[in-house]
């Protein structure tokens, strides 16, 4: 497994998107910055897996209007997981048997929270239970089912607003479930090559993970974090600046894991207070100053474990 | 392989029984403006059904009120005394339908609305267009007549200056309507406030009433600018039975791109019988942007001082839509939405975003502006 830094410089990327422009996406999507930034570093050889979601309808749902420039699949919400291992069942097949060149063809899903955590978490979870090399799972995480507007999901971090989980007078928080780790839970699966974490910032962080994804040579996942600003109730041109205030509070921790080796690729020093990350969003804008002060002691005791995990090099659990 | 193109008129399918009712379609930007289009539509209607008329209210799903600044759109149907509204289907944008044409942000009248068609596409002969903004009627309909009127409009214009009254845009607009269109009185306004709950708007209302500017317009279609520009025919490749491939899917592409208003839009669709064998969808080739989907909807537009510039790609490299060229740098804004995360990740302040209608047509509009200061965030 190589974990060679692929892109040094943002003036060497490739110039060229395979998802390109022209497409019904909101004004300052995370996700489609994301699907950009992916897309770009898989290249051309790549077969992209939809499962519904917002990447599926403001993308490719009207006629004569699709934006990708390489193979890309729709499935069903929970169909994504399954998919792909179909897809990279048949090109292995089909190689080996000598119908089709042997090459390397990256099978790229592309799924939100709601089509890997939730609804189609079996299937992603079966699809790493292969040993399919260039099978990458991407988790768009923006924290909710913003498609169809602003319903809960299981990675809804504590004391959100959403449609579902509305604040009001009986229940002043909002969410009270806790943001489930994607990331830990593909991790403890035992073929697993390579598990990550990754959000917008730091800039080249996130093409460099789906580059060693994509040569660990088994199933992997990367679980990005991606602002909505439709969901999140913030301004359009915020979605940059929220990825990085999210790292630099700890309330998203870039790591990952090499075959079981834990890395851990940023510490913020010191950690912003996370009042910073949560008061320009709008789904925290009910939240009092107490509310607030338990977030941030919650992250500061996960952090404890981040640290022991880093010392130690292998995983330990956080909660 | 070359592709012969054939030409089509459009033809267009009038609904003669809608178009007996009166239908206001309110136009906005997506999420921005989805709350204050529905107490908008929703008041209307509930005035409406106060006066005996059966009334309803809808948003199509297909017109983007759910995505950010996309632009979208709300519909209002008015049926006639004892002529009950039986048809409850969505309806497009073809014949005399819309009486009142609603923008709640004075970009929408430089673009194409959310079904890619003429903002008058779709409007009665007398339709009122109401206007949220600071600059003069006579400004608005030089506007409308450069960029989205190709038809003959003997209606009125009315303007108002809504956030100047209220942060919720709605009520102060809904006052101005009262005031250009008798069909709907103040009365009956202040009343549904009243059976809505919102009696706290009703000052609003009423200072929108007395602030709004009304004209009486008489155009001619052939005085605009835009009945001049637009083609009466689409150009589509002959059908010859096979398969599809890349040169007439991209015909196809490029035509509905084309495509400046509603009916020809719609003729670009292909046939049955050319969907019969099948489809596939080729996507753009490596390097080139998607051609299907060119209408530039933003309400404000980044500029990039060269002469600052460090060439660090970083506004390439986070650009949502993908819009900026890698080499060398260069806004494609035929693809750009204005969202102003380029503005915010340049590390040397050479990007600044310009209101489009300042950008232009060297207007001010105060109501534009102060979208940055009133923006609230929030259920």
């Known amino acids: ?319 | 392989m070359t592709v012969k193109l054939v030409k089509v008129t459009p033809k267009v399918e009038r609904y003669p029984e809608y178009e007996e009712l009166d239908w206001v379609i309110a136009h906005g930007l997506g999420v921005d403006h989805t709350a204050d289009i529905t107490s908008f539509s929703q008041t209307i209607a509930q005035a409406g059904s106060i006066k005996g008329i059966e009334t309803y209210y809808y948003m199509r799903y297909d017109d983007s009120p759910e995505r950010n600044y996309i632009p979208m759109a709300f519909y209002t149907v008015l049926g006639k005394p004892k002529v009950p509204v039986l048809l409850h289907e969505e309806v497009e944008p073809v014949g005399e339908l819309f009486k009142v044409i609603a923008v709640f942000s004075s970009s929408l009248l430089l673009q194409k609305t959310a079904q890619r068609a003429l903002l008058f596409d779709g409007a009665k002969k007398d339709a009122i267009l109401l206007v949220n903004t600071s600059i003069t009627t006579d400004d608005v309909v030089r506007l409308v007549k450069k960029y989205n009127l190709a038809q003959d409009w003997f209606g009125k214009v009315v303007t108002i200056s809504a956030a100047k009254i209220d942060s919720a845009i709605a009520y102060p607009m809904l006052g101005a309507l009262a005031r250009g269109w008798d069909r709907i009185d103040l009365d009956s306004i202040l009343t549904a406030l009243d059976v809505l709950g919102k009696e706290k708007k009703k000052e609003s209302v009423r200072k929108g009433y007395e602030a709004a500017s009304v004209k009486e317009v008489h155009v001619l279609a052939e005085e605009t600018e835009m009945f001049k520009k637009i083609k009466r025919e689409v150009e589509l490749p002959e059908f010859t039975g096979e398969f599809w491939t890349p040169e007439v899917y991209y015909a196809y592409q490029k035509a509905a791109a084309e495509a400046q208003t509603y009916p020809s839009r719609i003729a670009t669709m292909p046939r049955w019988e050319v969907l019969a064998p099948g489809l596939i969808e080729f996507g753009p080739q490596p390097g080139k942007r998607n051609l299907g989907f060119t209408t530039p909807w933003r309400w404000q537009r980044p500029i990039i001082d060269m002469n600052k510039c460090t060439d660090c790609k970083l506004c390439h490299y986070y650009c949502p839509d993908g819009a900026i060229d890698f080499a060398p740098i260069k806004v494609d804004y035929d693809y750009c939405k204005g969202c102003g995360t380029c503005e915010k990740v340049c590390p040397v302040k050479a990007i600044k975003m310009v209101p489009e209608i300042e950008y232009l047509e060297g207007l001010r509009d105060e109501e534009v502006l102060r979208r940055f200061e009133q923006r609230e965030y929030g259920f």
């Open chain 1, 1 to 319: 497994m190589s974990s060679q830094v692929a892109f040094k410089n943002i003036k060497e990327i490739p110039p060229v998107d395979y998802y390109t422009s022209g497409r019904r996406t909101c004004a300052g999507c995370g996700p489609a910055i994301g699907y950009r930034l992916i897309s770009k570093a898989a290249g051309p050889n790549t077969i992209f897996i939809g499962p519904t979601g917002c990447m599926y309808v403001a993308n490719a749902h009207q006629f004569l209007t699709s934006p990708y420039a390489v193979p890309w699949h729709h499935t069903q919400l929970g169909g994504g997981g399954a998919a792909a291992i179909g897809v990279a069942s048949a090109l292995r097949t089909l190689m080996l048997k000598g119908k089709r060149k042997l090459e390397d063809i990256n099978v790229v899903v592309m799924g939100g929270d709601g089509a890997m955590a939730d609804i189609g978490f079996s299937g992603l979870s079966m699809g790493l239970s292969y040993d399919y090399q260039r099978l990458l799972y991407i988790i768009y995480d923006n924290e909710a089912y913003m498609n169809t507007g602003v319903q809960a999901s299981s990675t809804t971090p504590w004391g959100a607003t959403t449609t579902f989980t509305p604040a009001g007078k009986v229940k002043p928080i909002g969410n009270t479930r806790l943001k489930k780790n994607m990331a830990l839970v593909a991790a403890a699966h035992p073929k697993v090559k390579y598990v990550a974490t990754a959000t917008l910032w730091p800039p080249l962080d996130l093409m460099n993970k789906v580059h060693r994804a994509l040569n660990a040579g088994g199933p992997t996942l990367i679980h990005v974090l991606l602002p909505c600003p439709k969901g999140w109730f913030t301004d359009p041109s915020a979605t940059v600046d929220l990825s990085r205030l999210a790292v630099e509070t700890g309330m998203w921790v870039l790591w990952e894991s090499i075959e079981g080796q834990f890395k851990l690729n940023y510490k913020p020093k010191p950690r912003k207070h996370v009042r910073e990350y949560l008061a320009p969003q709008g789904r925290f804008s009910h939240l009092k100053d107490e509310d607030m002060e338990k977030i941030d002691k919650m992250i500061e005791e996960e952090w404890k474990f981040w640290e022991e995990s880093a010392k130690l090099g292998r995983l330990v659990v956080p909660y």
